[in-house]
């Protein structure tokens, strides 16, 4: 009964229609480091989405990614980038996006509001995103600029943006599966 | 007085002689940067080196495709008919190999940098396509390939000196005034 209850509780934020979880496609990043593109991934990401065609502004997200799941280019790098200067991911080893806002564009296209957090520190953030179909699964991609220096992810000596770009490229890809297509 | 000017030596052209000694300096520090920035904890600074060596490396690619092509359109002196034949020998080997090893270290290099999946943006603006896929094994490979040349060079640079020196103090011949034309001629 009280298992039952706290799985409603969870719900809630997502209130109004049941979440369907997504299968993660792929959320990728890249930067540049003095001018050479340098790609990570993700490996484990979870996402639960409410989306109504109908009504997007009724839609709501919320995306958790494991940090400790990044992937790059290097054994050496991919060691890195968990360390304290960058995603310190023993203090911090999920970031999180929740959504406070979906607005469908005049193109076609979407837009998310919402907030990121990520290295204990949370700001706005507003994602551009398109919906396709594909058989029986909707599927929803999208890039969008992070500035690795508002999340403090480089620091110390690798604050410096000649090294390291301040641009963070992220491209994301998740499919959601249609029950009534 | 007797017409100095019927014994010139016969000098390299000012191109060669500007291209030489800037492809001698470019070796000179990016051996010494290379020797160091393997050390060196991951940092910014590590980072940076490695990045100037590749840019040094690149940059000395370009310009012994630029002296090969002179090279060709201008051919070298002769040299004086008093070296003996084995010395000529000896000149023309240690030069074919220094060429080959100027094209072979940086080629070696990109394909290091190919499989390590960390492409070469040369000078942060252009970018060099990637000559393999990322390939763990074969970039071990490559590092292993890329040392040994560089020893090879080191060792054929070491000979390339002592020889012009040998030729310069011992012999006391023209052979180093050739490249370094402002030497007094003997």
Redesign the interface.
Known sequence: MRRSLLAVLCMLPLAGQAATPLVHDEVRFAVR???????GVFRRVSAQLVFEPAAPQKSQANITIDLNSAEL??D?ATA?VKQRDWFDTATYPSARFVSSAVHRLADGTYEVSGRMTLKGRSHDLTVPFRVQTAGQARIFSGSFVLHRLDYAVGSG??A?TS??GNDVTVRFRFSQPLSNP | MADQQLFQTPKYSHLSIALHWLVALIIVITMPLAWVMTDLPTSPQKLQFYTWHKWLGVTVFLLTVLRVLWRMFKPAPPLSAAIPVWQRHMAAASHVALYLLLFAIPLSGWVMSSAAGFPVVYLSIWQLPDLVGKDKALLETMKNVHGTLADGLLAVLALHTLAALKHHYIDRDDVLVRMLPFLRTR
Do not use: Q, Y
């Not at chain 1, 480091?33 to 790609?39: C, I, K, L, N, S």
């Open positions: 480091m003095m001018g050479a593109p340098v790609e280019g290097s050496e890195e000596e690798w410096d090294s390291v």
